[in-house]
């Protein structure tokens, strides 16, 4: 996303990029970014866990305001677990686990997946720059 953001920024949009792989974050050199020590995929914070997901996104725009050098990382305080017994299994699958990973990861559907039902009344079906699963083939491998 690094690299990405610098093009978008030399066209005169601020970026922040949310992430939570500090080394590929700061190899890809992103004018600011915010790191949140959480599982891959889940930068923004638990499913259904609105409040924290606000307040990621709150912090991530603040650095868009505050930060000072370009290549900035600023690593958000909030938490995944109590404690980072979480880290002794991600990227491991385990036996018996849920869905087809056998792991704890949520399945992909083909249909988006909206977190309320507000979210799902204001996306546009017909948004010709969205990726759907279902268009463009990225869950039957075409």
Do not use: N
Not at 9 to 24: F, H, N, Q, Y
Not at 68 to 78: A, D, N
Not at 84 to 92: A, E, I, N, P, T
Not at 93 to 121: C, K, N, V, W
């Amino acid at each position: 996303m690094g690299l990405i953001a610098r093009e978008v920024e030399r066209r005169g949009i601020a970026t922040v990029s949310c992430s939570s792989a500090w080394s590929i974050t700061k190899a890809a050199f992103a004018p600011r970014a915010v790191y949140l020590d959480f599982p891959l995929g889940r930068t923004a914070g638990k499913a259904g866990d609105v409040e924290m997901q606000r307040e990621v996104m709150r912090a991530a725009l603040a650095t868009v305001r505050d930060a000072k050098q370009p290549g900035e990382i600023v690593e958000l305080p909030y938490r995944w677990a109590d404690t980072d017994d979480w880290k002794d299994g991600v990227m491991r699958p385990r036996p018996g686990g849920g869905g087809d990973h056998g792991d704890d990861r949520s399945d992909r559907l083909p249909t988006p997946q909206y977190q309320t039902e507000e979210d799902a009344a204001l996306a546009d079906p017909e948004c010709a720059t969205c990726v759907f699963p279902e268009r463009s083939g990225a869950l039957s491998g075409t």
